[in-house]
């Protein structure tokens, strides 16, 4: 028996992904762009054993066992890295050097959250970039993050960007075969420590569309979701790399909110439409408008984006990040469905 335990962080996309090309390798109709948060208060810790004496691959999530007999982008991940695990040993046996035969013992797999579910924070991107890191360090592969992104992707497209941190493209490619749609790091996250997030839950109910069924509704219908794909963020992704490395905060806020908003009315294009915004979100996108419209200087202070959800997640320079929490206490003071807000994350390293 063998046994690895691996933690990964939760990413919130600034240009987001929505819309795939390929359903089954999940292959994305735009490249995206994320920020990984601190692992400190968000991350998913994945243990996984493997031994002879298993007869089947299980899981349990949170304490609870899940089926996952059906589950195929699970299986996408075990298939792939048992395939690297038997390359890996039949080299090794071919240099006459003994190695347990891992890749045919089945697995067990545990995995919970360190984050409240009550939160209602997608959890499928650190839960997935654990997995397939952690299978790679049970099975001794090489822990090259843009290669296991690929792997990664097949479990969730945004699971593929928590394998960095800092920053993280995941470039849609061009291949048939998904070889060069993978993640890669613009900057570490050593290159912006000023910048802070605050995640704000609005609500914590279950999203009423999952992201995977409502974007290929939207590739289906909706055609601004064509102009955006062609037009709109092959621009935005030069433009936000560059806000980045140069550590713009203007820039990176304008298109923070410009991308968030846009990826709204595209689900509001969808036929029939997807609302995942509430009044709570939409009075939070109206505030820091006003916070930013009050600004001294006239520069830029804080930047909303939203997923597929009403939950808000606020970046802004450390310098005002105490303030706008105060604000955020002051308007939305825990309102009856629960809602709360968190302390600052600072942007740290996966792994
Ligand atoms: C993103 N989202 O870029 C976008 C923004 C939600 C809104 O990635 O089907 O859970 O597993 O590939 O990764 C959510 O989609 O969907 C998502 P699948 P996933 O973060």
């Not at 800092?166 to 910048?195: I, K, N, R, T, Y």
């Not at 030069?238 to 846009?262: G, P, W, Y």
Request: glycine share 4%.
């Amino acid at each position: 028996m063998k046994t690895v335990t691996c933690t990964a962080p939760v990413n919130i996309a600034v240009i987001k992904y929505w819309g795939k090309r390929d359903t089954s390798l999940i292959l994305p109709t735009n490249d995206s762009l994320s920020v990984t948060l601190s692992q400190d208060i968000l991350h998913s810790k994945t243990t996984i054993s493997a031994s002879e004496t298993f007869t089947s691959d299980r899981l349990w999530l949170n304490g609870k066992e899940e089926d996952i007999t059906k589950n195929k982008r699970m299986h996408n991940c075990f298939r792939e890295t048992r395939a690297l695990r038997a390359a890996f040993e039949e080299e090794e046996r071919r240099h006459g050097r003994e190695v347990a035969p891992l890749s045919t013992w089945k697995v067990h797999v545990c995995s919970e959250n360190n984050f409240p579910t009550a939160a209602g924070l997608a959890s499928s991107a650190s839960g997935l970039a654990a997995l397939v890191f952690t299978l790679a360090k049970l099975f001794d592969l090489s822990t090259n993050m843009s290669y296991l992104s690929r792997i990664a992707r097949q479990g969730s497209g945004s699971a593929c960007r928590s394998l960095f941190g800092g920053f993280v493209a995941w470039e849609m490619g061009s291949e048939a075969d998904g070889s060069d749609s993978l993640a890669v790091q613009v900057a570490p996250e050593s290159h912006w420590p000023d910048l802070q997030a605050l995640i704000c839950v609005v609500s914590d109910a279950k999203k009423g569309t999952s992201s995977t069924e409502g974007m290929q509704n939207t590739v289906k219908t909706s055609p601004l979701l064509q102009h955006r794909i062609k037009e709109v963020v092959p621009a935005r992704m030069k433009q936000m790399k560059q806000a980045i490395l140069d550590r713009d905060f203007e820039t990176f806020a304008n298109l923070t909110m410009q991308d968030s908003n846009q990826f709204h009315a595209v689900c509001l294009d969808t036929l029939p439409p997807i609302f995942y915004l509430n009044d709570t979100s939409r009075a939070i996108i109206k505030l820091v408008h006003e916070y930013n419209n009050a600004s001294p200087d006239g520069k830029l202070r804080a930047a909303y984006t939203f997923d597929a959800g009403p939950n808000a997640v606020i970046y802004a320079p450390k310098e005002h990040m105490k303030e706008i929490i105060q604000l955020v206490a002051h308007y939305f003071p825990g309102a009856a469905d629960g809602s709360y807000f968190a302390d600052p994350y600072r942007i740290l390293q996966s792994n």
